[in-house]
């Protein structure tokens, strides 16, 4: 008797590796799609997360330059070069996104338990659609932006820690991380190219928490791996991982022509309309 997630699994790690590098939230997508399969919400939501890990190999490997000489650049951290104030970055605004984003997990997760799932798809259509706004926000301003200058901007512990902890609140359902951390960059003045080079470096370990936080902070990503089936989900991250190498290159330019905050206005208002629909039937 074949699986019965295996071809789910197949779709979501499809879904994963093409979403990631939009402005639209990967694990939101992810887990509307695993709902509507009959996975409980808070399986679906934790399944969302595990996926992230599947992108991290082909983040790395795309920004391999980046994270190579960055670090190299342990051997002086506390130097005035260039990489070892992008790892200075890199570590403030990972411990900005644990701070923020750990909590806000555990609500979600608590919260998905108590709540009814028409209650729950209410909410993250809401925070869609608020992605959406934001995601547009981004839009004007990389409009504006010059993408071929360099950026006199100096990357400071500052920015490391507004970027951290706006990238903490992806961990709500219908957040998008990207659209989260480029929009604070650049208003606080970097160039288009450089708010979306810091984002994604910063995205390389956000997707190594986000995949990992589910596993070993309480038994949520246990138990959604125990509904979904651990050949199912190594097959989830598997196909992330390789469709991620494959489109991160040519998403991640795309992603810079494309209106995609109307795609998530789109997503949002369905959401919403059908969690109102549901709840107006009950």
């Known amino acids: 008797m074949s699986h019965p997630y295996l071809v789910p699994a197949l779709i979501a790690g499809i879904m994963q590796g093409v979403v990631e590098w939009l402005p639209i939230s990967s694990k939101t997508m992810i887990t509307l799609y695993f709902a509507l399969l009959g996975v409980k919400l808070q399986n679906a939501y ?17 920004f391999r330059r980046e994270v190579w ?64 706004v934001v995601a547009r926000r981004k839009e004007l301003l990389l409009a504006r932006a010059s993408d071929h200058a360099e950026s006199t901007q100096p990357v400071t512990l500052w920015a490391a ?7 903490g609140l992806a961990a709500l359902p219908g957040i998008s991380r990207s659209g989260m951390t480029i929009t604070p960059l650049l208003w606080m003045g970097f160039s288009g190219k450089e708010a979306i080079r ?17 596993m070993v902070i309480g038994h949520g990503g246990a138990q959604a791996v125990v509904q ?9 991250v ?25 795609v998530t206005f789109g997503i949002g208002g369905i959401t919403v309309l059908v969690a109102v629909l549901a709840v107006w039937r009950l």
Do not use: C, W
């Open 46 to 62: 934790n399944l969302g997360l595990i996926a992230n890990f599947g992108s991290f190999f082909a983040a790395a490997y795309y």
């Open 69 to 132: 000489l960055t670090l190299k650049a342990l051997a002086h951290p506390f130097s005035d070069q260039p990489y070892a104030r992008l790892l200075r970055f890199l570590v403030g605004g990972t411990l900005a996104t644990g701070i923020i984003g750990i909590p806000l997990y555990l609500f979600v997760r608590q919260t998905f338990t108590v709540i009814g799932g028409s209650a729950a798809m209410l909410g993250i259509g809401v925070l869609l659609l608020i992605t959406g």
């Open 161 to 167: 820690v507004i970027t951290g902890g706006m990238q």
């Open 198 to 214: 810091l984002s994604f470096m910063l995205d390389v370990l956000a997707l190594v928490g986000a995949g990992v936080v589910p």
């Open 228 to 236: 979904f089936g651990t050949e199912a989900t190594l097959l989830m």
């Open 238 to 262: 598997a196909v992330a991982t390789l469709v991620s190498f494959l489109a991160i290159s040519g998403v991640l330019t795309l992603a810079q022509r494309l209106r995609t905050s109307t």
